[in-house]
């Protein structure tokens, strides 16, 4: 079966950044079915050439899945006919990568912390907030629609 | 990759997440819990040794599981986080909602 995944890397200048850096790009459809196909192919790029700690690793599977899986449910319900778009740009020192759907956005300061002890068992809320924890920096347009997320390799 | 059910000595329902605990696969978990409490299991054991990663979705299906197998008067416990699955469980402070050991051997001797 063919992946509905359509990826692009190439090596090119990147505005603000004195050296050329490794550009990924990604879109995949609204399909939670997708999401760790995608985050395995990000990842591998994202990584690719560099010596990486299995923390590194770690962190950026989770917080691609989080913002893959916030952007397909809450940005564009699921709905087949919207897209998303990871767009990973790779320099020496640091990662960042920006998953952009297709919805309205949100407002990412109205989002509660869920760590209070009369939340602990509610089954949702914790994508944001794990995302700024596991990330050096996190970052967000205007409209709400896209997140910007900057680890740091070391 | 997915779930591998299994009864062990003791009358213990064991669960082994193999490859990542994810929107994606997440009502499969619910669902094999939901069968096993079904069926009168109340003692359940969910083991993450060969578990690359979990997402909030996969976490809320954990919140979820042990909601139900509490009201139906069972016990859950949680074993083989790796440091990094850890972390997921102590930067949300689920790790205080969790019974967690850090092999199956030691969680089936708990129960």
Known sequence: ?154 | MGFSESKESGGVTVVKVDGQLIIGNRHELKDLVQTALDRGDRRLLVDFSHTGYIDSSGLGALVSISKRIREAGGELRLSGLNDDLRSLFELTKLDTLFAITETPEQALSSF
């Open chain 1, 1 to 154: 079966m063919t992946s509905p995944l359509r990826l692009c890397v190439r090596r090119s200048a990147v505005t603000g950044s004195r050296e050329a850096a490794t550009l990924v790009t990604l879109r995949l459809p609204s399909d939670v079915n997708c999401i760790e196909e995608a985050v395995e192919l990000v990842t591998r790029h994202c990584l690719a050439g560099h010596e990486s700690t299995e923390s590194i690793r770690f962190r950026l599977r989770v917080v691609l899945s989080e913002a893959i899986s916030n952007a397909i449910v809450r940005g564009n319900c699921e709905d087949c006919n919207k897209w998303v778009d990871v767009r990973a740009e790779l320099g020496p020192d640091v990662i960042s990568v920006y998953v952009t759907d297709e919805g309205p956005g949100f407002d990412p300061s109205a989002i509660p912390e869920p760590i209070r002890p009369e939340q602990l068992d509610e089954a949702n809320g914790r994508g944001l907030f794990l995302i700024r924890k596991l990330v050096d920096a996190v970052q967000f347009n205007t409209q709400g629609n896209s997140i910007c997320m900057i680890l740091r390799r070391w």
